[in-house]
């Protein structure tokens, strides 16, 4: 019985630490992502002109208030 208890608490634990591993995978794979995303948008507004800039904007700013009022392009 109490081999079958300490076989349930390794088992428990090794998916606590598996599960922690893998939130930190994931982390850091996002970060990485949003980094790659961030610098393609830098690299797409750097190319356009002013009129391009402000329109771009203003479609961003109108699509991320259609997502839920969350605008990151301030």
Known sequence: MKKEIKSKCNKRAQI?????????????????????????????????????KAEAYRWSHMYNQLLGGNDETK
Do not use: C, M
């Not at 930190?24 to 610098?39: C, L, N, P, Y």
């Open 16 to 52: 606590q630490k598996d599960l922690e591993k893998k939130e930190e995978q994931f982390v850091e794979i996002q970060s990485i992502e949003e980094a790659r995303i961030g610098q393609a948008q830098h690299a797409l507004f750097d190319r356009l002109d002013d009129d391009s």
